[in-house]
């Protein structure tokens, strides 16, 4: 009777306090990375290790460097107060990491266990024009959908080519759904890939109201501003991600404050070391509507919803285009439209040709490319292809994928 009690006992402490979810991201210095995993219950002692290693399948017998981790616990919003679940979130940063060089590491702590060996490689410190290399989609639910996305980006990143995953918004659909149980499967599903590579995210309208606590707390981006947008560099490029929710949220103090970071970021970052400009948001600022009658009969779940490509997109033009476009931006992805659309530079919805331009390539562009990449899964709404392109619309696809 007590053996079963005990043990009864010993497997409830684990799985309450045993961490999971691990994902890392670039932070303000090159030289550290974040690391972020939950548990059903905080505990004292949680921490981050690592140490050097020389190739990512080296199994390490000791870490070299430790740092201990700070817990956050936020209650979901959607539940009442009697049933609201807390959930318990952790965070540490691995710092002095040499550029380039790889790492083991793992989270946990020697009273509640440790999560397996994972490792990564430090922000590289580009020479000779290397090329950066990243993963980029918006829209990643949970569940069914998302399997065959997820085999493709756990071969993609077996190999760690690649410096970055970019997530511009919609996440998990929702992360506080079902008591946030849903951003639990959303992060436990992306911890092979986010694990390995930083796993950089913006916020979309999924992550807008009783979601916003879930994409403030789970996830730890550049800036300290409570992931709202951020700057870094990799490779020969500047990266920004922006913020399209404020307008739409009608917080214009927050808006406001966006606006200055822009301007300051654009202003101020180096353009001969970073010669690439790109950004990423979610709501589209160009994509190709429907004007067909067809998209009257809105065949759910397949139907393109034309606002986003028309209002919405004016809206968020009106805020936006001027400030990349005016910096000299090279490219502008967004997601929100659950399909893929490539269009040539273009500003002020006309098209501005590129020194050298196919379907393909753009060489010496005068203006932005935009490229929407919504399609990576999500459960029940693909934009089908539009029959009525933009002009300037050069390629587009409504089956699940990925850019690269
Ligand atoms: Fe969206």
Redesign the pocket.
């Known amino acids: 009777m007590w053996a079963f009690f005990i043990s009864t006992l010993s497997i409830g402490l684990c799985s309450l306090y045993t961490p999971e979810q691990v994902h890392i991201a670039w932070t303000d210095n090159d030289q550290s990375m974040s690391v972020t995993w939950g548990a059903d219950e905080s505990s004292v002692g949680s921490m981050v290790q690592w140490t050097p290693i020389q190739s990512h399948n080296q199994t390490v017998k000791s870490y070299a460097y430790s740092a201990l981790g700070t817990w956050i616990v936020f209650p979901n919003m959607q539940v009442s107060k009697i049933l609201q679940r807390h959930i318990h979130v952790c965070k540490a940063y691995m710092t002095n990491l040499i550029q380039g060089n790889l790492y083991a590491y793992r989270v946990g702590s020697d009273i509640y266990g440790w999560t397996d060996q994972f490792s990564f490689q430090a922000k590289k410190n580009y020479q000779n024009n290397q090329m950066t290399r990243l993963l980029v989609y918006?829209?990643l639910g949970i569940g069914d959908q998302i399997i065959a996305t997820m085999q493709r980006l756990i071969e993609e990143t077996n190999t760690y080519e690649y410096d970055a995953i970019i997530h511009n918004?919609?996440i998990a659909y929702d992360l506080d759904t079902n008591q946030g149980k849903y951003g639990d499967i959303f992060l436990r599903s992306v911890e092979p890939i986010a694990s390995r590579l930083p796993y950089m995210v913006s916020q979309?309208?999924?992550e807008s109201g009783p979601v916003l606590p879930h994409y403030i707390n789970r996830f730890q981006m550049p800036g300290n501003i409570s992931n709202f947008w951020y700057s870094y560099n990799t490779g020969m490029a500047h990266i920004i991600a922006f913020n399209t929710e404020p307008i739409f949220d009608g917080l214009n103090d927050l808006q406001a404050q966006q606006m200055v970071f822009l301007q300051n970021d654009l202003k101020n970052y180096d353009k001969q070391k970073y010669p690439w400009l790109i950004v990423y948001g979610?709501?589209p600022m160009y994509c190709s509507p429907n004007l067909t009658t067809t998209a009257l009969l809105k065949e759910i779940p397949r139907y393109r919803w034309n606002p986003d490509c028309q209002e919405n997109a004016d809206f968020v033009r009106s805020v936006f285009e001027d400030v990349f476009y005016n910096a000299g931006a090279d490219m502008v992805i967004t997601?929100?439209v659950h399909a893929y659309e490539r269009l040539s530079s273009v500003y002020q919805n006309i098209s501005v040709p590129c020194e050298y331009q196919d379907q393909n390539t753009c060489i010496g562009s005068k203006a932005p490319v935009y490229i929407v990449t919504?399609v990576p899964g999500q459960d029940d709404c693909y934009a089908p292809i539009s029959p009525t392109p933009l002009p300037f619309s050069m390629a587009q696809d409504d089956k699940l994928g990925i850019s690269i």
Do not use: A, K
Request: net charge negative; charged share 25%.
């Open positions: 918006g829209d918004g919609d979309g309208n999924h979610h709501r997601g929100h919504g």
